[in-house]
């Protein structure tokens, strides 16, 4: 039998002593978390000294060892801070990667920001997990999510993650990329699909005791799988915003997402051939179109179709109704106010700008635009045949 060494003795004490945690893990100063951890282990009689503890984190630093499993290894899932971040092979199976969130919110525009802050504390250098695929099963019995928020991308989703997210009692998982693995794996047929419900129930974990709604924005190209999402996921009201494809198409050629540039995305692994893809004169335009028939062909009783136009003021009026959410007056001004700000960054009032991108698109712009202008006027017609409210008051 392998003996504890200090510091196996010393991650198994933090790993059960939460309030340690919560105190260490947001001290992103290393020389002041140095200072912290090496009192903390001789508070628990640990001969570990601080130049061990300084020498550890510099090597855990390095991009060699950033890349190799954490050495912190567990059976089952972390307490209740860590949240997966990403799936990793190793020896034949995939194992999670996991790091504490230091008590943050997930309230930044997109998951992935939040992910970076929390990467570079020191104590995630120390105590990085990994678990088996295995660890997140129990999730699978955690309550579905309260909404599902789909989009054709540069349409306002952002904007309604950052709203839905304002209230205290909302956590909203923007576009996490390792829940994009999972999709991807269900795909191809490596897992089953019951992990992506287990995979969302991990990232949306009561952290802080106090979540009363729980929201998924997924990324764009999830309207591709958007039947096998329904089917985990059956009795979850969802919406599909849209706008204007003149307008997204200008934004896309401003600066591509990953789904509009070739090859970037396994597309079998969302159910598309990628031959069709190669083929087309137009990427964006037409993975745009992929993605909007699929929203158009999957509208169902649950399903509220947004259009940009309607944004802001459609997120208290309808969304909130819609995903059966009625906040009190405190939180209701919280997200009231998330509207008026720029969503990609919070910091900055929003300004509209629709009639700029439209001035901005080339006659080569508008022609590759015209089939998916069809799908939009589709998408149109549908939401104004709704029996829902098709025009928020102001």
Known sequence: M?????????????????????????????????????????????????DAFAAGLARAATPQMEQELPALRLAEAPPRHWLPVELKPYQGAIVIEWLHFAGLPLTDPFFEETWRKVRLLPFNRLMRTATPLSAIEPFVEASPPDGLVFHMSRCGSTLVGQMLGAAPDHIVLAEPPVLDTVIQLVGLGQVSPAAIRAMAGALTRDRGGDA?????????????????????????????????????????????????????????????????????????????????????????????LLNYDQLPAALTDALLPHFGVAPDAAS?????????????????????????????????????????????????ELRLAAKTPSEPVA
């Open 2 to 50: 392998t003996t504890a060494t200090p510091i196996d003795r010393l991650r198994a004490a933090l790993l059960a002593d939460e309030a340690a945690q919560l105190r260490l893990a947001p001290l992103a100063d290393t020389a002041t978390f140095l200072d912290a951890i090496t009192a903390y282990a001789a508070e628990l009689g640990l001969p570990i000294a601080r």
């Open 212 to 304: 009363r709604h729980r929201f998924i924005k997924l990324d764009a190209w999830h309207a591709l799988v958007l039947p096998l999402l329904r089917g985990i996921w059956p009795d979850t009201p969802w919406t599909f915003l849209y706008r204007d494809p003149v307008e997204v198409l200008v934004s896309q050629q401003r600066r591509p997402g990953m789904h509009c540039r070739p090859r970037v995305l396994p597309l079998e692994a969302y159910g598309v051939d990628p031959a069709e893809g190669a083929a087309a004169e137009d990427y964006p335009a037409w993975i745009l179109g992929r993605i909007c028939s699929a929203a158009a062909d999957a509208v169902d009783g649950d399903c509220l």
């Open 332 to 380: 209701l001004d919280k997200i009231v106010a998330a509207g008026g700000r720029y969503s990609k960054a919070p910091g900055q009032a929003f300004t509209g700008d629709s009639a700029a991108k439209q001035r901005e698109a080339s006659p080569a712009l508008r022609a590759a635009a015209a089939p998916l202008l069809a799908t939009h006027a589709r998408i149109e």
